[in-house]
């Protein structure tokens, strides 16, 4: 079981043990149990004319491939505040969180378990300039979208154009 071997509370080290239906780490010594949760973060679905923001990512996990803007909701966020903040670290356009778009669990994957909050968001102006994150940025239809790093965005993206097809049968 990955995780700290000590507990946070006291310093003792912690064993394994099967505490309410699951294999948990715990303190004999203090009686903390270290629960581990998925991490809550968001991501921006951010469109104009028909075309979506991507981030080519400079980092791991996924580094090359491309994602919604987004990251880590930060203690005493809300995820609307999440996703201005992140939009404008990761693109430098200031944005209106509009609706949650969807909901997906990223599972496993390199910070562990993560819970993925979707926003579409519109863009209030500022200009486009990628963050430390970011190699490049850009707007993409539906038949040019490059490769994504995660499945829970390949998700979000597949969700919308889905709708969009439905308002627009013609495109
Ligand atoms: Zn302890």
Not at 5 to 14: P, S, V
Not at 22 to 46: D, E, F, M
Not at 59 to 70: D, I, S
Not at 102 to 129: E, H, M, N, P
């Amino acid at each position: 079981m990955d995780g700290p071997r000590y507990c946070a509370a006291c310093g003792a080290l912690l064993e394994v043990a099967q505490v309410e239906n699951r294999q948990r780490s715990i303190c004999r010594h203090c009686g903390h149990i270290h629960y581990v949760n998925p991490i809550p973060s968001v991501v921006a679905l951010l469109e104009q004319n028909g075309a979506v923001l991507l981030v080519q990512r400079a980092v791991e996990p996924g580094k090359g491939n491309w994602c919604l803007p987004g990251g880590f909701i930060e203690t005493g966020e809300t995820i609307a505040d999440a996703v201005i903040r992140e939009v404008m670290e990761e693109t430098g356009l200031e944005c209106r969180p509009l609706e949650v778009w969807d909901v997906c669990s990223d599972l496993g994957g390199f910070y562990g378990d993560i819970l993925v909050v979707c926003y579409r968001a519109q863009s209030l102006g500022g200009t486009l300039k990628a963050g430390d994150d970011a190699m490049h940025l850009d707007f993409f239809h539906r038949d040019n979208v490059p490769r994504l790093a995660f499945r829970c965005h390949a998700r979000f993206l597949e969700k919308f154009w889905r709708q969009k097809l439905a308002f627009h049968p013609h495109h």
